[in-house]
């Protein structure tokens, strides 16, 4: 789940949202796939192997895929995960649910300040900015795709900067 920090500590900087290990992990690990699609299945150990991530949570973040139907298992000594759609129709936004369950995270929703002021029946001017945040990160992160990642920096640059009216 993404991690906003509760507040800033005295003197420093502001909170900050970031992503988890799970999303990165999660988005490395299908990368990975999405560069060798068509390729047949690899096992999670060399997965783990190639990207220098651990074993164990290469299987956690693969079994969290496939339940979400990002990937596919095949059993048996040639065995191993692959993408079970095309690159190109998985997005950022669909691993990172898979990985973590949401994208972005609203604070009100999950950890009110206070009960009534937090409430769904409460007027509040600053939940809206939360809302539209977290539908602008939606809308850029669907809009880019496990194939768009398999792209140079430079040129996703210029995909997500397409995608952003930029």
Known sequence: MPVVDAGPARGSAAPVHRFT???EYGLIVSVNLAKRAGQ???AARELAEQE???HDYVEQILLRLRRAGLVDSVRGAKGGY???REPHVIT????IEASEHVTFEVNCDLHPV????CSPEAACSIRPVWR????R??????GISLADLTHDEPELYHIAGALAGN
């Open 21 to 23: 290990t799970w999303a």
């Open 40 to 42: 047949g299945p690899v």
């Open 52 to 54: 220098r991530l651990p």
């Open 82 to 84: 692959h993408l079970a």
């Open 92 to 95: 950022v936004k669909d691993v």
């Open 114 to 117: 206070d009960p009534q002021r």
């Open 132 to 135: 539209m945040l977290e539908q």
């Open 137 to 142: 990160i939606n809308d850029l992160l669907a």
